[in-house]
């Protein structure tokens, strides 16, 4: 499974969240799996989303036959795009599936790994970080996902509600870092945390 995460600034809030809605066009597209998103709770302005699709074949499809019909109407509503494309490797929790509408909030973490430290990191992810996540009341599914890169991660956790993430995040965090030897694995990390838009929901 392919998993999209784009990231851009929004100048015209009201455009974008229209033209957000044609996204629903998605629906007929062959290999498409769901669409979600929202906006983030730190940064004002800055929109996130998640698209899945069952394999890069189907989304290089996509791109080639229809993407600029549903785009069109989004030109112009925001700047600074980043979209990073990233393989399904395993589920954080089980059961992953792309299905938004029971989430409240989405927690990402892009993680870059140095190279000799990639086995390492996975291993930890494994072993440490989801069976934490998985154990903590709220959080719903999740997802880990490399980039073709090798040396570059995502993990998409989606949660019912930002009170039960706040726990997790402050009693948990600094102490699983250490075990996991995170500092020793990654060479850096960004992420953000998100209000999950229904309406953008595919």
């Known amino acids: 499974m392919l998993v999209k995460w784009m990231r851009c600034t929004v ?20 290999g498409f799996r769901g669409q979600g998103g929202g906006w983030s709770r730190g940064r004002t302005g800055v929109a996130h989303l998640f698209g899945f699709w069952e394999s890069r074949a189907f989304y290089d499809s996509f791109m080639a036959r229809s993407y600029d019909r549903l785009h ?3 030109v112009g509503t925001y700047k600074e795009l980043q979209v990073r494309l990233f393989e ?18 989405l927690r990402v973490a892009h ?11 996975t291993l930890m992810q494994e072993k440490v970080w989801n ?10 599914r999740g ?3 490399q980039a ?21 995040r402050t009693e948990r965090v600094e ?10 694995d990654v060479t850096g990390v960004g992420g953000d945390v998100i209000d999950l838009e229904p309406s953008w929901t595919v």
């Open 131 to 140: 069976p934490a996540m998985a154990g903590s009341p709220g959080m719903l």
């Open 72 to 74: 069109a109407s989004q």
């Open 11 to 30: 100048i015209d809030r009201p455009g974008f969240e229209r033209a957000q809605r044609k996204w629903a066009g998605l629906l007929g597209e062959p």
């Open 143 to 145: 997802v880990f996902a």
């Open 148 to 168: 073709h890169t090798e040396d570059e991660f995502l993990v998409l956790s989606m949660w019912d509600s930002a009170a039960e993430h706040g726990k997790y």
């Open 88 to 105: 399904y490797r395993f589920d954080v929790k089980t059961g992953f599936r792309p299905v938004f509408t029971d989430a409240d909030l």
């Open 111 to 121: 993680c870059r790994v140095r190279p000799d430290r990639v086995e390492h990191y």
């Open 175 to 184: 102490r699983l870092a250490l075990r996991a030897q995170t500092g020793a």
